[in-house]
Every structure is written in structure tokens, then in C-alpha cells.
């Protein structure tokens, strides 16, 4: 079983759906897979910071249950592991959400795998999951691509990957403790990108991958995903835009982009359902 971490509140309903139809639309496996997202209660921040629903978890599950009936999704609740590790850190207002940094408990969370693969909900696959996934990483704490923009920072030029697509080696990294340092850098040190800034500072052994794996600004042939995060454009004027994949239109008009179609018409159809059934 291929196991797929996400993280993120009742408000990521429509980029968990979109990204887990493009995983299950793309792939040729018929290996089962399971999707797992930590959630977590701290409407003590913001009261819309509240976690994901069971219904919303329920409906994801007989999503994912129709392409594979031994597909499954689950959630695991960190709020405790939250208030016991991050509370008041300098990172907690950070610059996404504290959403973000709860992956950094995955070598605290019971039941997952020594490989995983840890997806932005603002991905869609253009084409088969596993060729990303089946990439050996022994000895490795996790391969990522390079961020398209953060290379050009000297700094991290050795190191900086963009952390919205990772395929971690949970057991290198409990043997590296990559995790527990990253946590130790959140609690101490107020950082530029917060959590990505963590674990790129606590990297002992990273494998860079093409960036046909989080392609985060154009779309080829060869891409295997597709990373809709903030893009700088040049036309009509300089500017950025952070477009999801989940508007649709914008993504027909911006990027023209059509062969995404098939997962976005779905997801606009289970968006509908789920309004009329809750």
C-alpha cells in the first residue's frame, strides 16, 4: 500500500479532493493507497483554524473506496502534539498557516509507513503517481526537486528544494532525527519559510529529483506534477498570481491548460454531491 500525507483544515476540502482524483485518475497501479491527513483544533488562533469533519473524511474515504475498494483515507488528529510543541513558537504566525507545520510530527504519528509521500494540497498528477513514488531513497532522508525560485538564493543553493512535493524515508529520518531537529528550529528561530526552512536547515542526506516531478511553474510533457503555487508572470505587466487548480476557469484562461479536465469536472460533480448530501 502507497501511503500520501496531507496536512490542513475543513478549508482544504477542494485541494485534497482535486489532488487525490489526479492520483487516482493518473495511476495504472493496482496497488491500493492510503491517504492520511493531519488535522488539528486551533481556533484559539483563528476560529476557522478548526479540523477536518468526519463527514468530509467519510466522503473522501468512498471517494478514494470507488477507484480501489481497498483505497483508504483517514485523518490523524495533532492538536495535542501541537499545543505540546509549538505553542507560542515564533514560526506560529507564519507566513501560510501553522498548518504547515505539522508534518514535521510524522515521527510522532502512529501507523506510518517508513515511506510516504508528502503532497501539497495545490498539486494535480499529470501522470502515474509511482513513478515518483517507487524512487529508491535508502540512505536518503527524502528526495524533493528544487524550488524554481529558491535556487537562486546562495545560501541554500546546495540544499533549497521546494517542500510542497517530498518523498520522505520515515526510518532514515528517525535515525537522523531530520524531524526532531526540524522541530527544535520552529520552537527556537523565527524563519524566512517556516517549516521548509526547517527541514532544509536539519538535511543531512537529500536526493534531488528532476523537476518533472514539482513542476511549479510550466507544464510539459513529461511532467509528473503539476504544482500550482504563486507564479510570477511578466504580462500584461510584471506581477505574481497564485492560481489553484481548483479554479477552473482561471486555469483554462491563464495556462490553457485542458488535460486536467478530466479530474476537474469530477471534482466540480463530488463538490456538488457532498453540498446536497450535508
Not at 222 to 251: E, G
Request: charged content about 25%; overall charge positive; glycine content about 4%.
Amino acid at each position: 500500500m502507497r501511503t500520501i500525507l496531507f496536512c490542513g483544515n475543513t478549508k482544504v476540502f477542494d485541494g485534497v479532493l482535486t489532488t487525490m482524483l489526479s492520483v487516482l485518475k493518473r495511476t495504472g497501479t493496482a496497488e491500493p493507497f492510503q491517504f492520511i491527513l493531519f488535522t488539528m483544533d486551533v481556533s484559539h488562533i483563528k476560529p476557522e483554524y478548526t479540523p477536518m469533519t468526519d463527514r468530509q473524511v467519510a466522503f473522501f474515504d468512498g471517494v478514494a473506496k470507488s477507484y480501489n475498494r481497498e483505497n483508504v483515507f483517514r485523518k490523524i488528529d495533532v492538536t495535542d502534539l501541537y499545543h505540546k510543541e509549538f505553542d507560542g513558537s515564533p514560526n506560529e504566525q507564519c507566513y501560510c498557516s501553522p498548518y504547515t507545520l505539522i508534518r514535521l510530527f510524522a515521527d510522532l504519528a502512529p501507523d506510518l509507513p517508513e515511506k510516504f509521500l508528502y503532497l501539497d494540497i495545490d498539486v494535480l498528477c499529470n501522470k502515474d503517481i509511482t513513478l515518483l513514488y517507487d524512487t529508491d531513497i535508502d540512505g536518503y532522508e527524502y528526495a524533493a526537486c528544487r524550488d524554481h525560485y529558491g535556487k537562486i538564493i546562495l545560501f541554500f543553493r546546495r540544499k533549497f528544494i521546494n517542500a510542497g512535493v517530498i518523498l520522505f524515508n520515515l526510518a532514515e529520518c528517525k535515525k537522523t532525527g531530520l524531524f526532531r531537529k526540524s522541530r527544535e528550529q520552529i520552537k527556537n528561530r523565527k524563519l524566512l519559510f517556516a517549516d521548509e526552512s526547517a527541514i532544509i536547515l536539519s538535511t543531512m542526506r537529500q536526493k534531488i529529483l528532476s523537476q518533472r516531478f514539482n513542476d511549479q511553474k510550466f507544464l510539459y510533457r513529461n511532467t509528473v506534477i503539476r504544482h500550482f503555487s504563486k507564479r510570477l508572470f511578466w504580462l500584461p505587466y510584471p506581477h505574481v498570481a497564485n492560481i489553484k487548480q481548483w479554479k477552473i476557469a482561471q486555469v483554462h484562461k491563464k495556462f490553457g491548460y485542458e488535460c486536467f479536465d478530466d479530474i476537474l469536472y469530477e471534482y466540480v460533480y463530488l463538490k456538488e454531491k457532498f453540498a446536497r448530501e450535508n
